[in-house]
């Protein structure tokens, strides 16, 4: 009689965000059905969730990975579900991706009062948001509007909005979705060709120690990778690299596989969205191999970036502006 080995426990660590275990206990349920193991849900407390200091104050939305991380490399956890938009573009060492799942929505949405448009907001209304990308879009295609710097979770911000104290804010689709709340608050989508978002926005990465991976675990993973969410990922984020900006940089990306092309386009604003330069390219991969697809990715980011810092994108991200 054959003794079955009783599974080992996958340990998936999380920030305690509604919204980043709403994430991560998706992806863990996926995994632990992938691998046939029973999994674990560990909440991780960041500075970034407990300081209410600007996010760009406390050096950007990496503030949230850095105590995962250490988390993971101190064996407290086997695997991470970041919001990939949230996680720097440097690798971690000790650490890999060992999966990207297929990406949700990539766009941003409005909440605003009474179901109103962008577009029809009155002049002075109020928007909040914390993201420099956004304050950007928002003064570039709404300078009436008055921009408010607001922190906290997405039912913090959203109540801004259902107390009265704000008539709009800016939030992701994706996030809003996987909180099942996004069609009772969304007012309005923004599209994507005049309001790219944040590299890697709707994506979720999956991080693992790296070197020797429990058999199980690793055939899981390659089970939930998306390749092409992998491919046009990679493209948007070497974008943010290309230009050495960081994650709350004021930088909208957007990459799709269409019909065998791989199409990038980034826009780089000024911080008070009076600047603006966009580079749009494509390739058409060899294969839909993952390396090939890989390759197209290194090829558009590569033209993307050489073409906005030949036009200045470098000094207009840092520029100030009349914020
Ligand atoms: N900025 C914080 C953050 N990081 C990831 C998400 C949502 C998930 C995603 O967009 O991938 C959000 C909330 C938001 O921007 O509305």
Redo the contacts with the bound molecule.
Sequence with gaps: MSTAKTPTVIRVGTRGSA?AIAQSTAIANRIGAAAGAPIEIVTITTHGDTSRESLSSLGG?GVFASALRESLLADECDVLVH?L??LPTAAHPGLVIGATPKRADARDVLCARDGMTLEALPAGSTVGTG?PRRVAQLRALRPDLQVVDIRGN?DTRLAFVSDGELDAIV??A??LGRLGRLDAVATEFLELSNWPTAPG???LAVEVREGRLDRALAAALASINHVTTQATTAAERLVLAGLEAGCSAPVGASAVVDDGLLFLTATVYSADGTAQLTSSHAATPESTAPADLHEAARDVAQRVVAELLAAGAGKLARMEGAV
Excluded: E, F, N, R
């Design positions: 919204l939305t919001s938009k949230d993201s997405v939030l992701s994706a996030g926005q709707g994506a």
